[in-house]
């Protein structure tokens, strides 16, 4: 098929066009001053969006990743707290040290993107799969099976024992240090490959290399403690001190077997994939070992079901979702019919779900926690959120999410497996489907 040009003809078309459509000017006039989502905000349409809903989990002010990719681990730390501060009644501010996990899932992911530069040395370095891992190498992103992975392996310290760096807060530079030095082994790796095929000298350069990994992770986010004294004052004033605890035996001890119990849930409605069928993303994980990401595919409205039976139970809900589109972070609000693109541009930018995911326009990106739903005549309006942008953003760091927009955009939620039902308990046990690194539902939410 021939190629078309933009021809002078078209332009003069396309300009007498928007010379004679009387929106222009005044649209022109206005975004020339203005922010876009600001001239194209609606509230045509009634959302009832309030800070008020009939179902609510109290829960602690909220956390900020700063200027970092975190989020799913920030989200998940919420969730570990609440339970840990339930069981010991604190009620005042308590944090998980989100850096000490951060720190270790850098490790791993350093060493887990290694290991795969090693097992595709038989391919062409211009394949598809070469070019998606060392494209993304190492990043800050995940999802809730990696935040499991580690919590399992490394335990967890509250934030207190492991604070917040000036580079964890800000982890663009040394993730670009990282990046690079990661495709300089990929370089030497193959060098040394397609020089003589020794694996054992192929090992012993990633060893130096992780050397010098754990030298620059430990420069930038702190020494991780191997002990550390927990203190706390709980809700009836008295103060309580565990002297020399190891983090694993943090974890095992506040949170240990209950980890387990969550799973993975995705709304995946696109035709490639089935319902009540798990599923698994190839090169997708950090902890070699481990117990990695399987995903049980589910309809929307049984995801809602669940999370909802979560919530009812006092059990708030860690999940995944697309916020690149219709939010508000002034106001804190996420929903569909805040703006208006039809009116101003002639542009209708909504199409199925499932079409979203098939042409690259939507994936989750963003972990948070569901904390709240408002439900009339049976049928929940809107969701209340736990971000991790800080306190300034919203109300007090709590965003509303309509019901329309969870619809649209809300792909994942971590689930205990308690609420679900026989046959989808069954289907957990199936087996997976191995899907491509490049799926949708392989990307990481940061």
Same mark, same amino acid.
């Given at each position: 098929?021939?190629?078309?040009?933009?021809?002078?003809?078209?332009?003069?078309?396309?300009?007498?066009?928007?010379?004679?459509?009387?929106?222009?000017?005044?649209?022109?006039?206005?975004?020339?001053?203005?922010?876009?989502?600001?001239?194209?905000?609606?509230?045509?349409?009634?959302?009832?969006?309030?800070?008020?809903?009939? @179902?609510?989990?109290?829960?602690?002010?909220?956390?900020?990743?700063?200027?970092?990719?975190?989020?799913?681990?920030?989200?998940?730390?919420?969730?570990?707290?609440?339970?840990?501060?339930?069981?010991?009644?604190?009620?005042?501010?308590?944090?998980?040290?989100?850096?000490?996990?951060?720190?270790?899932?850098?490790?791993?992911?350093?060493?887990?993107?290694?290991?795969?530069?090693?097992?595709?040395?038989?391919?062409?370095?211009?394949?598809?799969?070469?070019?998606?891992?060392?494209?993304?190498?190492?990043?800050?992103?995940?999802?809730?099976?990696?935040?499991?992975?580690?919590?399992?392996?490394?335990?967890?310290?509250?934030?207190?024992?492991?604070?917040?760096?000036?580079?964890?807060?800000?982890?663009?530079?040394?993730?670009? @240090?990282?990046?690079?030095?990661?495709?300089?082994?990929?370089?030497?790796?193959?060098?040394?490959?397609?020089?003589?095929?020794? @694996?054992?000298?192929?090992?012993?350069?990633?060893?130096?290399?992780?050397?010098?990994?754990?030298?620059?992770?430990?420069?930038?986010?702190?020494?991780?403690?191997?002990?550390?004294?927990?203190?706390?004052?709980?809700?009836?004033?008295?103060?309580?001190?565990?002297?020399?605890?190891?983090?694993?035996?943090?974890?095992?001890?506040?949170?240990?077997?209950?980890?387990?119990?969550?799973?993975?849930?995705?709304?995946?409605?696109?035709?490639?994939?089935?319902?009540?069928?798990?599923?698994?993303?190839?090169?997708?994980?950090?902890?070699?070992?481990?117990?990695?990401?399987?995903?049980?595919?589910?309809?929307?409205?049984?995801?809602?079901?669940?999370?909802?039976?979560?919530?009812?139970?006092?059990?708030?809900?860690?999940?995944?979702?697309?916020?690149?589109?219709?939010?508000?972070?002034?106001?804190?609000?996420?929903?569909?019919?805040?703006?208006?693109?039809?009116?101003?541009?002639?542009?209708?930018?909504?199409?199925?779900?499932?079409?979203?995911?098939?042409?690259?326009?939507?994936?989750?990106?963003?972990?948070?926690?569901?904390?709240?739903?408002?439900?009339?005549?049976?049928?929940?309006?809107?969701?209340?959120?736990?971000?991790?942008?800080?306190?300034?953003?919203?109300?007090?760091?709590?965003?509303?999410?309509?019901?329309?927009?969870?619809?649209?955009?809300?792909?994942?939620?971590?689930?205990?497996?308690?609420?679900?039902?026989?046959?989808?308990?069954?289907?957990?046990?199936?087996?997976?489907?191995?899907?491509?690194?490049?799926?949708?539902?392989?990307?990481?939410?940061?």
């Amino acid at each position: 098929m021939t190629k078309k040009a933009i021809s002078y003809e078209d332009l003069s078309s396309y300009s007498k066009f928007y010379s004679s459509d009387k929106r222009s000017a005044v649209l022109r006039h206005a975004l020339s001053k203005s922010e876009l989502n600001n001239v194209i905000s609606s509230l045509d349409a009634p959302s009832n969006l309030n800070f008020n809903f009939s @179902i609510e989990v109290k829960t602690m002010p909220v956390t900020s990743q700063k200027r970092s990719g975190r989020c799913w681990i920030f989200s998940a730390c919420n969730v570990l707290r609440e339970s840990i501060a339930k069981k010991l009644g604190i009620k005042d501010m308590f944090e998980i040290s989100q850096n000490y996990i951060s720190y270790y899932d850098k490790f791993e992911k350093i060493n887990f993107v290694m290991e795969g530069v090693i097992s595709l040395l038989d391919e062409e370095i211009s394949s598809r799969k070469n070019q998606f891992l060392l494209s993304s190498g190492v990043g800050d992103g995940g999802q809730w099976g990696m935040f499991v992975d580690l919590v399992k392996k490394y335990g967890i310290v509250p934030k207190s024992v492991f604070p917040e760096t000036a580079q964890s807060e800000m982890t663009f530079p040394s993730n670009k @240090i990282i990046n690079a030095s990661i495709r300089k082994f990929a370089y030497e790796a193959r060098k040394i490959y397609n020089e003589s095929h020794n @694996i054992d000298s192929i090992y012993e350069l990633k060893g130096e290399y992780l050397q010098k990994f754990y030298s620059l992770l430990t420069s930038c986010f702190g020494v991780p403690p191997a002990k550390f004294d927990f203190e706390y004052t709980d809700s009836q004033g008295k103060y309580h001190i565990e002297k020399d605890i190891t983090p694993k035996q943090f974890f095992d001890k506040y949170v240990g077997d209950e980890i387990d119990e969550y799973v993975s849930l995705i709304n995946a409605p696109t035709s490639d994939k089935d319902y009540y069928q798990t599923y698994q993303i190839e090169l997708l994980g950090n902890v070699i070992g481990g117990k990695g990401v399987t995903h049980l595919n589910i309809p929307m409205e049984r995801m809602k079901e669940l999370i909802i039976s979560q919530l009812q139970n006092g059990e708030i809900v860690w999940f995944g979702s697309d916020v690149s589109n219709y939010g508000d972070r002034v106001g804190g609000v996420w929903d569909d019919k805040a703006l208006d693109y039809s009116s101003a541009f002639d542009l209708d930018v909504k199409f199925d779900k499932s079409a979203m995911l098939d042409f690259y326009h939507s994936s989750m990106n963003h972990a948070m926690v569901i904390t709240g739903v408002d439900i009339i005549e049976g049928k929940p309006t809107r969701w209340k959120i736990e971000n991790s942008w800080g306190s300034e953003a919203g109300n007090k760091g709590y965003y509303i999410m309509s019901d329309s927009f969870f619809d649209l955009f809300v792909y994942q939620a971590a689930i205990k497996e308690k609420y679900l039902s026989d046959d989808e308990k069954k289907a957990l046990k199936g087996d997976s489907i191995l899907l491509a690194p490049w799926d949708p539902f392989g990307t990481l939410a940061d």
